[in-house]
């Protein structure tokens, strides 16, 4: 191999480096910004999580309380936690720990003559849990994903 070669293969692998750095580097940028969307310690994160789930909410209608789970699941929180496992969360892995727990007037549910609310359980910067539901007596409650 003459030194002119060696210099066009030295140049090639180069841009090859550069080419896999340069796709590695969008790759961690992008998935950076999938998961800044689930961050859930603003109301700007909430709503954006929300919204990424079909959920158009009153940012003004806020309601947060601190909320101490259990130190076991049993009855309807045994219940909710079914529910919650179908959706990805899983509250016996907070048994015993405080989190926030914020909730919504959700605006664009089908049926508009009810008041339906999104309620966020918030450790940190993540949701642990979550559903939407109907304050009527006799109302409905369901997971944050659409079906």
């Known amino acids: 191999m ?18 896999a750095a340069a796709i590695l580097l969008a790759a961690l940028i992008l998935l950076r910004s999938c ?3 689930d961050r859930a ?19 003004e209608s806020e309601d947060l309380r601190t909320v101490q789970l259990p130190q ?13 496992l179908t959706q990805g ?3 016996s892995k907070h048994l015993g ?5 914020y909730s919504y007037r959700v605006l664009n549910y089908p049926d508009p ?5 999104a309620t ?7 949701v642990i849990a979550g559903d939407i539901h109907s304050t009527e007596l006799n109302g409905f409650l369901h997971g944050l994903k659409k079906e």
């Open 41 to 59: 310690d603003s109301l700007e994160g909430r709503q954006a999580f929300l919204q990424n789930l079909g959920w158009e909410i009153d940012p």
């Open 120 to 126: 966020l359980y918030v450790q940190g910067d993540r």
């Open 89 to 91: 969360y899983d509250l």
């Open 72 to 84: 076991t699941l049993e009855g309807m929180l045994l219940k909710y936690n079914e529910l919650q």
């Open 35 to 37: 998961f800044a969307s």
């Open 113 to 117: 003559e009810q008041t339906v609310l």
């Open 97 to 101: 720990e405080t989190c926030r727990q």
């Open 2 to 19: 003459n030194q002119k070669q060696a210099n066009t293969s030295n140049k090639r692998k180069a841009l090859k480096i550069l080419f």
